[in-house]
């Protein structure tokens, strides 16, 4: 049996300012920190991904197709979407520095999120789909548009979802069966990048105004925790990692 956690109230998450990375990059869409500190983001413009830690100079990789956003899958293994025009999804082994597997997906490919064997992705007007990525099979979870440049996030059982022309976040079980959407555009509007913390709570970047909200896991509260007035300029994605906040 898998234990539920332990919920936490809104009003004790704060967060707390502990380093600025500067990278060189146009349109950072993507950001994951892994459980060893190293951080990767993925440029859409500039067709890379950077991977960053305390010890040494940023790496650069290059890639024929832009680079929306990027998940670990585990260990050295990453996806990366490859957005409006890439029709493909890339994993990519960092230690061996090679390209394992491209997943032709023939669609526009957006956020991410890693389930077991399953990547999940936003597909813009084709809703939402999962490929798998031990024999590259694909099938529909979501059907029906979303926006484009839709996140994801998976949290146990969990959908996460993002629709920018909605002003929308969604949570919805694997299969993509709705459990509650939230929608307040006075608090959230353009909603972005989307995580999610060890209790289920639900990290959404409000880009239209420069804020990070978190929503409890039954979407009935949210809380603003950044703004513009701690620095932030219409971020676009955030990542939750091991009690950490990134964000871009």
């Not at 548009?145 to 059982?157: E, K, T």
């Not at 620095?231 to 990134?246: A, F, N, R, S, W």
Request: with cysteine.
């Amino acid at each position: 049996m898998v234990m539920a956690p332990s919920l936490i109230s809104l009003d004790k998450i704060e967060v707390k300012l502990t380093k600025i990375v500067s990278l060189e990059g146009n349109d950072i869409t993507g950001c994951s920190l892994f459980s060893d500190g190293k951080m990767i983001l993925s440029s859409y413009e500039d067709k890379k991904v950077v991977l960053k830690d305390d010890r040494s100079n940023p790496v650069k990789i290059t890639f024929e197709f832009q680079t929306f956003d990027i998940e670990q899958i585990d260990g050295s293994l990453i996806a990366i979407t490859t957005g409006y025009e890439g029709g493909r999804i890339l994993l990519r082994d960092l230690l061996e520095r090679k390209t394992k597997k491209i997943i032709d997906v023939d669609v526009s490919n957006d956020g991410i999120a890693v389930s077991g064997d399953w990547l999940y992705f936003s597909v813009r007007k084709n809703g939402l789909m999962r490929a798998n990525i031990i024999d590259g099979s694909i099938c529909e979870v979501v059907k029906g548009p979303m926006s484009g440049c839709a996140y994801i996030a998976i949290f146990g059982n969990n959908l996460y979802f993002t629709n920018k022309s909605k002003h929308t976040v969604t949570c919805s079980d694997l299969e993509g069966h709705v459990k509650w959407i939230f929608k307040d555009e006075s608090i959230l509007s353009f909603p972005l990048g989307i995580s999610v913390d060890n209790y289920g709570n639900i990290y959404v970047v409000g880009n239209e105004f420069s804020s990070v909200v978190v929503i409890s896991p039954d979407g009935k509260q949210i809380k603003v925790i950044l703004s513009s007035a701690d620095g932030l300029d219409c971020p676009q994605v955030l990542h939750y990692k091991t009690e950490k906040i990134t964000g871009c």
